[in-house]
């Protein structure tokens, strides 16, 4: 019995050192300094949503609404008022984790350096029959992954040269995050 209770400490103990240097490598990972030239505070986040909401959201809400664009087949709305196109959408930090992952293995094999995301925007027909779609007729946004043509232009602090990146064609996009109506606002 003592030879598998002491077996059984080792094994144990052996796990939290590999599972704590395993946290060490993944700390290590994160390069804050780098992390600072694309990160944004809250505050700045709520200021580009003002903005966009004052400048964009409620000019194609009102367009939208003039049209009846949702009434047309939009299970979600009931009744009879204004309604809010999604300006927001959520998606799962792990898919989030496990699309890159799977850009990053798709893009190794086809020999690809340098590579994004582009985030597009989108939206859903009022007939849509994808039964993925929750919101037909409301406005989505998806990743397509992207490679630098020229491995030298794909360091971030040259962001300019963003422009030059191709969408990898053969690796799908991701979609169908969480984009339900009334948009999400942030406070200022």
């Known amino acids: 019995m003592k030879f598998y ?7 144990l103990s052996f796990l939290l050192v590999f599972s704590s240097c395993n946290q060490k490598q993944d700390d290590e990972k994160i390069n804050v300094e780098k992390l ?5 505070t809250y ?9 966009y909401i ?3 959201a409620t ?6 609404n003039s049209i009846n664009h949702f009434k ?17 959408v959520t998606f799962d930090l792990n898919t989030l984790k496990q699309y890159i ?18 985030v597009y925007l989108g939206a859903y027909s009022t007939n849509d029959n994808d039964p993925r779609v929750k ?36 690796i799908d996009g991701l979609n169908f995050g969480s984009g339900t109506p009334p948009p999400n606002n942030l406070n200022n």
């Open 54 to 56: 004052d400048t964009r």
């Open 101 to 118: 992952a799977y850009v990053e293995k798709e893009a190794n094999k086809k020999g690809l350096k340098g590579l994004g995301l582009r």
């Open 135 to 170: 919101t037909p007729g409301f406005s989505t946004v998806f990743f397509l992954p992207t490679h630098q043509p020229n491995e030298e232009e794909s360091n971030a602090k040259n962001f300019y040269f963003w422009h030059h990146d191709k969408v990898i064609d053969g």
């Open 43 to 51: 505050k700045r986040a709520a200021q580009l949503q003002k903005e």
């Open 72 to 88: 047309q087949k939009q299970t979600l709305v009931k009744e009879d008022k204004f309604i809010e196109d999604v300006r927001d």
């Open 5 to 11: 209770t002491k077996n059984l400490f080792y094994f």
């Open 59 to 64: 000019i194609l809400n009102k367009h939208l």
């Open 36 to 40: 600072k030239n694309a990160t944004i």
